[in-house]
């Protein structure tokens, strides 16, 4: 029996190919807290394990006037080295929402696929298909000595679909937000859960966000801002561990 390919199954949260890419500066983290492990410099074989949307706020880049900014975080789990609890190291890179050829999002998918976007890509990519797929990372470190992530390739041997130590999530804020706006359903409840698990920095990243603000106020998201464009489903439930690994080759869509 053939398994599906991740790539092919339709959820429909796309980036649209915008105009401007307001950061190329990124804001990149690593997981933990108190007395947390630094993840050394190198390369490391990692998977995706979870993509936030944090919406779009006010942000200052250097020197520039504050100006809008649509974020997506991805963050992945390292396979090897382990922390010395046996946990996987996380690391999390912020990204403006975009794939203009400009930007870094852009720039890093196309290393993470191996391959240029085509022209129809680029109208709508679905980012949920990298949920759960092999990468190569190269990891340096910031001045203030914590890991961050410097470019993402296509790994050795070609993206997988991987199983997950972490669960395995997609926060979708455009869902979450009918949890606040008088639309509440089924799947917006489920966000909740998802949000849950969100660390508090980035829980407050989505509070402070307009597409939240507009959902508090019943008012409809700031005209121009892309959030995410349907249901984002919390997959840690659904997910198997003995899910067979699924090769991916050129003619796969991510």
């Not at 998918?109 to 990468?135: D, H, P, Y």
């Not at 972490?166 to 937000?177: H, M, P, R, T």
């Not at 407050?204 to 801002?225: C, D, I, L, Q, R």
Request: aromatic residues 10%; hydrophobic residues 35%; contains cysteine.
């Amino acid at each position: 029996m053939l398994t599906p390919c991740v790539w092919c199954c339709t959820i429909s949260y796309k980036f649209a190919n915008r105009q401007e890419d307001m950061y190329m500066g990124l804001t990149i983290s690593s997981s933990g807290t108190g007395d947390r492990e630094t993840l050394p410099v190198g390369q490391y074989s990692a998977v995706c394990y979870k993509i936030v949307d944090v919406g779009t706020r006010m942000e200052t880049f250097q020197q520039d006037d504050p100006k809008k900014r649509t974020s997506v975080c991805i963050y992945w789990e390292v396979l090897h080295p382990k922390m010395a609890d046996g946990r996987p190291f996380s690391i999390m890179k912020q990204y403006t929402s975009s794939l203009n050829e400009n930007a870094t999002l852009h720039k890093d998918l196309k290393s993470w696929r191996g391959k240029s976007f085509t022209e129809e890509e680029l109208k709508g990519f679905e980012i949920q298909n990298i949920l759960s797929v092999s990468a190569q990372l190269e990891v340096a470190h910031t001045e203030g000595g914590n890991a961050k992530v410097v470019s993402v390739f296509k790994p050795d041997g070609g993206a997988k679909k991987t199983p997950t130590v972490n669960a395995a999530q997609v926060f979708d804020l455009e869902v979450y937000c009918r949890e606040f706006n008088g639309k509440s359903d089924a799947k917006s409840k489920e966000m909740c859960d998802v949000f849950a698990d969100l660390p508090s920095f980035m829980q407050e990243m989505v509070n402070e966000s307009f597409e939240m603000k507009a959902a508090e106020s019943s008012m409809a998201s700031p005209s121009g801002v892309d959030g995410l464009a349907a249901i984002a489903k919390k997959t840690a439930a659904d997910k198997k561990s003995s899910e067979p690994v699924v090769e991916f080759d050129d003619d796969i869509p991510f």
